[in-house]
């Protein structure tokens, strides 16, 4: 049974820093043959903006019928999700920002309804990885983005302890990553690291 990677691309601006980032994960994931990539760049995703009418708390489900419709299950599918984003006004992108309010479904599934996300079988096996660039290089400019990304695989059943990050600084101008000293090793890096792990986990 393969192993399923959904990753989205939050960026805005196409093939940007931060997606190149998240390509050299995915290319590193993809050299095992038992790994099922699915890239989705948010921009073309057709995910609105959450509503705030709390109409999940009932129904289980959202009221609005796009892109979501489609990435809900593949959500819950998945083995491991990744996110990526670059830092805009010190905070994650309005893209991925929308996905992750959208994720009140599984909030209201999980606390309100009191519903499994997960079956029980599949619960602490799955892992979620969040990368991020910025054109700052202070030590802080990725503290803002953390958090609502650590809620957004939280209400997905994967813990923070089953979160991994890797945030580059520094980095503005498009393919600026490139010429970074430890970028694409660390990715790469951190792709093999999270196939192995996913593989244990199954293994158990």
């Not at 043959?33 to 709390?54: F, M, Q, W, Y």
């Not at 083995?79 to 992750?100: E, F, H, N, R, T």
Request: aromatic share 6%.
């Amino acid at each position: 049974m393969p192993i399923k990677v959904l990753a989205f691309a939050g960026s805005p601006r196409r093939h940007g820093n931060s997606e190149l980032l998240l390509d050299w994960v995915l290319a590193s994931m993809s050299t095992e043959r038992e790994v099922s990539i699915e890239k989705i760049a948010l921009t073309e995703a057709d995910i609105n903006p959450c509503r705030g009418c709390n109409a999940c708390e009932k129904l289980n489900k959202c009221i609005q019928h796009d892109g979501m419709d489609i990435y809900h299950d593949k959500i819950v599918e998945a083995d491991c999700i990744i996110l990526s984003s670059p830092i805009y006004c010190m905070g994650i992108a309005s893209q991925p920002k929308a996905l992750i309010d959208r994720a009140q479904v599984f909030r209201s599934r999980k606390y309100v309804l009191r519903l499994p996300i997960v079956p029980p079988e599949r619960k602490g096996k799955r892992l979620g990885v969040f990368l991020a660039t910025a054109g700052q290089k202070w030590s802080y400019v990725f503290d803002a983005a953390v958090p609502s990304v650590k809620c957004f695989f939280h209400v997905i059943d994967i813990k923070d302890a089953d979160i991994s990050y890797l945030m580059i600084n520094g980095v503005d101008e498009k393919g600026a990553i490139e010429n970074h000293p430890s970028a694409k090793t660390g990715a790469e890096n951190l792709g093999k690291t999270v196939i192995s792990e996913i593989k244990t986990r199954l293994a158990s």
